[in-house]
T-cell receptor
């Protein structure tokens, strides 16, 4: 069985500061993928970044980077230079040997001007 | 192509009524997924299709739920005899190949059962 744990229900961050959202995972699959999605109040899940279990380097996409520590089974999302538009729910998710994504419970990020 | 489209965006129904939701995936995507998201939780997998074939169903998908993708394009999710516990956001996603960058989600249908 796959499990995603996000231990931060909510976070408040000053605008322009960097923020780290925590994610730990558990799986018995040797090959898996880790995703981060942003969900604004409109409801749509917006893909941010992907990390494959065999990728040697941490993934980066613009202001987003994924701090992948395989031995610790963690996949934290780092947002640099936060903006007001970053305020939203953030979900960590994993795809194992099957097709479905397993999501965590999410972190509500609020950026303070 | 403007992405994954879901209709309606909101649905309020009385307990015991049947409801049907529609999802139009990105046209070249052959895989289509349904997820359910209750308040304060992450989305949970319900079912997925490759073209018109339904390949996997979650145990969350009780016999009151049925999903179809008749021509391998759009999909419908029907809930019969709705219960208050069915109130949730129903999200659809599509992808071209398994996994990786390909999961594109729609904006969801929010169902409220009164």
């Amino acid at each position: 069985a796959q499990k995603i744990t996000q231990t931060q229900p909510g976070m408040f961050v000053q605008e322009k500061e960097a923020v780290t959202l925590d994610c730990t995972y558990d799986t018995s699959d040797p090959s898996y993928g880790l995703f981060w999605y942003k969900q604004p109040s409109s409801g749509e899940m917006i893909f941010l970044i992907y990390q494959g279990s065999y990728d040697q380097q941490n993934a980066t996409e613009g202001r987003y980077s994924l701090n992948f520590q395989k031995a610790r089974k963690s996949a934290n999302l780092v947002i640099s230079a936060s903006q007001l538009g970053d305020s939203a729910m953030y979900f960590c998710a994993m795809r194992g040997g099957n097709e479905k994504l397993t999501f965590g419970t999410g972190t509500r990020l609020t950026i303070i001007p | 192509d403007t992405g994954v489209s879901q209709n309606p965006r909101h649905k309020i129904t009385k307990r015991g009524q049947n409801v049907t939701f529609r999802c139009d995936p990105i046209s070249e995507h052959n895989r289509l997924y349904w997820y359910r998201q209750t308040l304060g939780q992450g989305p949970e997998f319900l079912t997925y299709f490759q073209n018109e074939a339904q390949l996997e169903k979650s145990r969350l998908l009780s016999d009151r739920f049925s999903a179809e993708r008749p021509k391998g394009s759009f999909s419908t999710l029907e809930i019969q005899r709705t219960e208050q516990g069915d109130s949730a956001m129903y999200l659809c996603a599509s992808s071209l190949v398994p996994g990786f960058y390909g999961y594109t989600f729609g904006s969801g249908t929010r169902l409220t059962v009164v």
